[in-house]
């Protein structure tokens, strides 16, 4: 019983060292701010370590320079100034000839019907065997018809469908101020970084900025075409 007390005071004797010394070995990670790209809201600072303890936030640290990174969207929109419809014709025949022949007279046709709307121009051709089981040849091609008749594509397609194409593969909207528009969305994401900045600290000026992506993501019912530009922007005291 004397021996396990003598133990017992021996271990008490070195827990206040150990204690001291695990605690010397905690070391704190640097806190990051962030913000969302979609929206702006309040920067959340986070403080980690091996052991959970009190700390006051930061931004990141570099050398003597605080910096934040801050990620941010800017958006502008561009009317649709034209459209290029993708129309297929496929064409059978019992011989190869046939076949193409028949495709040819088709797109011909279509071509003449619209030739008030805009311009056609070929973009893809095939001819095969058919594997349907009755033997003869199809013959395969697309076309693409811009116009700048925006109100009327559901007339250009009824009329498209009438004069031989068998396939409707799409519409594409295009528009002439496109680039203005992409300019616009990436200045309007500095915008929206300086924005966030302001509301993180007083006196931050920018550093870097680094483009992540600037394109037309959607048409939209109004006739225009959304843009949106991504960035980072990199600010310093």
Not at 5 to 26: D, N
Not at 111 to 126: D, M
Not at 182 to 209: D, F, P
Not at 211 to 227: D, H, L, P
């Amino acid at each position: 019983m004397k021996n396990n007390v003598i133990k017992i005071l021996a271990l008490a004797a070195l827990l206040p060292a150990a204690l001291h010394a695990g605690t010397a070995r905690i070391s704190a990670r640097r806190p990051t701010v962030s913000l969302c790209a979609a929206e702006t809201r309040a920067a959340v600072v986070t403080e980690t370590a091996e052991e959970s303890y009190a700390a006051a936030a930061a931004p990141i640290a570099q050398g003597d320079t605080e910096q934040y990174v801050i990620a941010a969207c800017g958006k502008a929109e561009a009317a649709i100034t034209s459209a290029t419809i993708t129309v297929g014709i496929d064409s059978y025949g019992q011989t190869m000839a046939e076949s193409q022949e028949a495709n040819a007279q088709a797109a011909k046709r279509i071509a003449e019907i619209f030739a008030p709307y805009g311009e056609t121009k070929e973009s893809y051709f095939s001819a095969y065997p058919a594997y349907d089981g009755r033997g003869g040849f199809i013959a395969a091609k697309t076309l693409q018809c811009t116009t700048t008749a925006i109100d009327k594509i559901d007339e250009i397609c009824r009329a498209l469908s009438n004069a031989g194409a068998t396939r409707l593969n799409g519409i594409a909207y295009g528009a002439q101020e496109l680039k203005a528009a992409e300019q616009a969305a990436l200045k309007n994401a500095k915008e929206n970084a300086a924005e966030k900045a302001a509301a993180l600290a007083e006196g931050l000026k920018l550093v870097m900025i680094r483009e992540f992506s600037c394109y037309a993501c959607a048409e939209n019912n109004s006739g225009k075409i959304a843009v949106e530009a991504h960035i980072e922007a990199v600010y310093a005291k």
